[in-house]
């Protein structure tokens, strides 16, 4: 299986580019999230999703968007970028079981704004 | 995140024990979980506990809650080289979902 999978792995944009990472996920989960991480800050929830269609804000959601029109799929859109958002990106997936909450992680996709 | 709060460096030597400590802020918080983030990797769960626990044993990890003082430990015994890791503490509470709070991370050296 390949679990949660992100792309790219690597990215440089200019200030004021978009983007979009990529995250998918191959075991039906349904919640999916997306974090930052930063040095001596551990990492921070941007946006979330419970399921298609559903999503909601993070501790830092300015200046990202999310979507999610499928089950497998949960991409993170930066709508113009800046150098406060270079950071390592992670995606998480996980299927919420009672109240435990094992969250799967991607790889990351580190991401410089120059 | 801000409702749990870890100090960020641990150095030990090859074959002493390691103890991360971790405090939360939320009393109804029911799981609390240990991730360990190998470098370049994403996080993985090492282990967890339910909140009505005080102890629990994985053959090297020890982890122990103390609830009147909302303190949560990882103790590994006879730590290895390969044990070098950032390990972050989280918890899960119900605030409209159950995604995990992380702490700020731990970084353990072990030194040979």
Known sequence: ?114 | GEDVEQSLFLSVREGDSSVINCTYTDSSSTYLYWYKQEPGAGLQLLTYIFSNMDMKQDQRLTVLLNKKDKHLSLRIADTQTGDSAIYFCAESIKRGSYIPTFGRGTSLIVHP
């Not at chain 1, 859109?77 to 995606?91: D, E, G, H």
């Open chain 1, 1 to 114: 299986n390949a679990g949660v999978t992100q792309t790219p792995k690597f990215q440089v944009l200019k200030t004021g580019q978009s983007m979009t990472l990529q995250c998918a996920q191959d075991m039906n989960h349904e919640y999916m999230s997306w974090y930052r991480q930063d040095p001596g800050m551990g990492l921070r929830l941007i946006h979330y999703s419970v399921g298609a269609g559903i999503t909601d804000q993070g501790e830092v959601p300015n200046g990202y968007n999310v979507s999610r029109s499928t089950t497998e799929d949960f991409p993170l859109r930066l709508l113009s970028a800046a150098p406060s958002q270079t950071s390592v990106y992670f995606c998480a997936s996980s299927y919420p079981g009672q109240l435990f909450f094992e969250a799967f992680f991607g790889q990351g996709t580190r991401l410089t704004v120059v």
